[in-house]
């Protein structure tokens, strides 16, 4: 049976346990839950602080985790990063206060950052050869400037509406980070085994988001301009109708693209276009 770190609350809990669920895997998790034994799947779900995930995984107290891959490089842990997830999207960025006169990174010499994540930040100011002072804070890194802690912060950004809340301007995005699954090095064969069925469950939802699933009347004289619209996962699936002039037409369409398509299959003749959600994509 395998055991799975997740976060016990914060930005990635509510997206891990809605994955799991889609996966088939439920558990009754309380308010105060360290371990939760799930349905549908041999794993048992530990409940985490996120900075603490990539740690157990990588001692083998976890088999594997879903974390922020932004905690797992600056835990810098020995783990096995199996699969992104592609939820939790979110960018490390160095931030300034909005009336900085600010022109490059030569700004940060000799200046003070707050920070939770002191570790990133190190290397990438070595990197670019910048020396500053790096203050390390948890909590509300985006006061630190209004309070007189540091000239800039370097913080996780999403959406960036919190920096403008507090006076700030996102000035260089250094780390892109998103959800991922890691695990410890080396795993049994056993585990290995329920990891990758875990991971089969797990792509089939990934790949099916942002899809849907489009069926459709046809002219038969416009189906093969209609193919070139609908190329379909390997290509569009063609039913015949009672009606030899006709045809069902039923294809897979990324949802951005899908009113382009749909005004184009009407301009050569689509009739009765029914538009569906996709759960899932089993290759």
């Known amino acids: 049976m395998l055991r799975i770190a997740i976060q016990a ?33 041999p794993v048992d779900l530990l ?12 001692m083998g107290t976890a088999d594997i985790g879903i974390v922020g891959l932004n905690e797992v490089m600056e835990k ?15 960018r490390l960025s160095l931030a300034v206060p909005r009336e900085a ?21 190190s290397r990438f100011l070595k990197e670019k050869n910048i020396n500053a002072k790096i203050h390390t ?15 800039s912060i370097f913080d996780i950004v999403s959406s960036g509406g919190t920096l403008i809340q507090n006076g700030l301007v996102e000035v260089a995005s250094v780390v892109e980070s998103q959800a991922v699954l890691i695990a410890t090095p080396g ?3 056993d585990k290995q085994e329920e990891l990758d069925k875990l991971c089969f469950r797990f792509r089939s939802i990934i790949e099916s988001r942002g899809m849907k699933y489009v069926l459709m009347n046809l002219p038969k004289v416009s189906l093969d301009e209609a193919i070139k619209v609908l190329p379909g996962m390997k290509s569009p699936t063609i039913l ?16 951005s693209q899908l009113w382009e398509r749909i005004e184009k299959l009407k301009a050569i003749g689509a009739e009765d276009i029914l538009v569906l959600v996709l759960e899932n994509i089993v290759k």
Request: with cysteine; charged share 25%.
């Open 101 to 121: 006169d600010y022109k490059d990174l030569g700004w940060f010499e000799g200046k003070r950052i707050a920070t939770s994540y002191p570790a990133i930040l």
């Open 76 to 90: 810098d842990a020995d783990v096995v990063r199996v699969l992104d997830l592609g939820f939790g999207g979110c």
């Open 240 to 255: 015949p109708l009672a009606d030899s002039d006709w045809v069902s037409v039923h294809a897979v369409i990324p949802e």
């Open 9 to 41: 609350k914060g930005r990635l809990n509510e997206k891990t346990v809605a994955l799991l669920a889609d996966a088939g895997i439920s558990a009754s998790i309380g308010s105060r839950s360290l371990i939760a034994h799930a349905k549908g799947f």
């Open 47 to 58: 409940l985490l602080r996120d900075d603490d995930i990539p740690q157990a995984v990588a």
């Open 187 to 189: 795993l049994p064969t």
């Open 137 to 151: 804070i948890t909590g509300s890194v985006e006061i630190a400037p209004a309070v007189g802690m540091a000239d």
